[in-house]
């Protein structure tokens, strides 16, 4: 389980995480989302044991990450920006990953490497972003980590061969537990494959929940009322707008309490639609300040 705990970091005066707190269950796909600038990838340097919380704790199973090689030898980390040494080739770094992994697989290294076609005699500087990427995630893969941090995972990747990483991670957590948290502004991707999310905005979780809960906390109701009716003002409306004769409202409440209200209006017709997890990230950040605006151009 990773754990951070009341976790703060400033830059020069720049408040860039406030008080954090994050859970990630054991086992757990976890998707880090938030707007640019909200402190995902310090979050994410916190947990790798690449920077020292200037006050609270980050631990994983209740062990701190900063300056303790045992913890960090079972986190293997994926980046954004891929860096390796300047000349080495994959070889090398299998060799030097298995010089720092205890666990790690050379075998399993061997078949990936197969599988991504990817040439060990080649120094990686050479290879496409994309190919970089399938080397950094082979690598990590191979190590057999306890927890699997990724960072824009799969950024550069074509759709075939995005599907294929997805799938490998997801094998991994379900045959070893891994526990994975993953940062990604692809929300259309996390959904399908984290359980939990957490929504990061200016250095604070505005929330964080299971995937199955935080879509059953807001719903989109398409409406036609009859003449004279309206939403009931116990209703929690965060967004509304109108097309022709039918209302499209979204309404915070899971789709019975939303529902019941809707029924003892009685309108002429009403849909309730879960909504996606890039729609709940719109709406939710939409409540503090980060809706959607229109421009005149």
């Known amino acids: 389980m990773i754990e951070v705990r009341n976790l703060r970091k400033t830059f020069d005066g720049f408040v860039a995480l406030d008080d954090l707190n994050l859970t990630v269950p054991s086992g757990a796909v976890y998707g880090l989302v938030g707007p640019n600038g ?25 062990q701190p990450v900063y ?12 980046p954004d920006d891929i860096f390796y040494f300047p000349s080495s080739n994959l070889l090398d770094m299998a060799k030097f990953y298995k010089g720092t992994y205890e666990n790690f697989d050379m075998k399993l290294y061997e078949e990936l490497r197969k599988s991504f076609n990817l040439d060990p005699k080649t120094q990686i500087r050479r290879f496409s972003k994309g190919m970089q990427k399938q080397a ?7 190590s057999r980590p306890k927890v699997l941090v990724l960072d824009e995972p799969v950024d550069g990747l074509d759709p075939v061969m995005r599907r294929q990483v997805w799938g490998l991670m997801i094998q991994d957590v379900a045959q070893h537990g891994t526990t994975v948290l993953v940062s990604s502004h692809n929300l259309r991707e996390l959904e399908d494959v984290c359980d939990h999310v957490g929504i990061l905005h200016k250095g604070k979780m505005l929330l964080e929940r299971t995937l199955d809960e935080l879509q059953d906390n807001v719903v989109k109701a398409q409406i036609v009322f009859r003449e004279g009716t309206d939403l009931p003002e116990s209703l929690q409306v965060l967004h509304r707008s109108k097309v022709g004769k039918v209302d499209t409202a979204i309404i915070r409440g899971n789709q019975e309490r939303v529902g019941a209200a809707l029924n003892a209006i009685n309108p002429i017709f009403f849909d309730l639609v879960p909504l996606t997890l890039e729609e709940v990230f719109v709406y939710e950040l939409g409540g503090v300040d980060y809706e959607v605006k229109n421009v005149v151009l």
């Open 136 to 142: 950094a995630f082979l690598l990590a893969i191979a």
């Open 67 to 78: 300056e303790n090689p045992a913890v960090k030898s079972g986190i293997a980390y994926i």
């Open 38 to 62: 909200a402190g995902k990838s310090t979050v994410i340097r916190h947990i790798t044991g690449i920077f020292r919380p200037d006050s609270g704790t980050v631990t994983v199973d209740s």
